[in-house]
């Protein structure tokens, strides 16, 4: 069983940076595609970078392009999200997810088949 913890979150003013971390540990397979989504309150999961951990292949969404970025440490099994010049529209709680492939990275949230519990991002203004 894969399991995944966030961590990182927190509040920051607008113009900060934050780092996500996601540890994965059960792994059965040798790759997978791995995503950040996060979520406010009143609105959809929405995904916001993934990536395929047997490549280099990766997604960001056009709101979060050349501010975020995801990597990962393969090492480590860590899945990682620099967050840099965060808005107050970034607020929301992000969640880390994987699925097996055959997968695409950019899937809707219903098609990842594990998630972490999210960690919760505040930007004031």
């Known amino acids: 069983q894969v399991q995944l913890v966030e961590s990182g979150g927190g509040s920051v003013q607008a113009g900060g940076s934050l780092r996500l971390s996601c540890a994965a540990s059960g792994y059965t397979d040798s790759s997978y595609c791995m995503g950040w989504f996060r979520q406010a309150p009143g609105k959809e999961r929405e995904e916001v970078a993934a990536?395929?951990?047997?490549?280099?292949?990766?997604y960001h969404a056009d709101s979060v392009k050349g501010r975020f970025t995801i990597s990962q440490d393969k090492a480590k099994n860590t899945l990682y999200l620099q967050m840099n010049s965060l808005k107050p529209e970034d607020t929301a709680m992000y969640y880390c997810?994987?699925?097996?492939?055959?997968?695409?990275?950019?899937?809707?949230?219903?098609?990842?088949?594990?998630w972490g519990q999210g960690t919760q991002v505040t930007v004031s203004s």
């Open positions: 990536i395929y951990t047997g490549g280099r292949s990766t």
């Open positions: 997810a994987a699925v097996t492939p055959p997968c695409s990275l950019q899937w809707a949230p219903a098609q990842y088949k594990y």
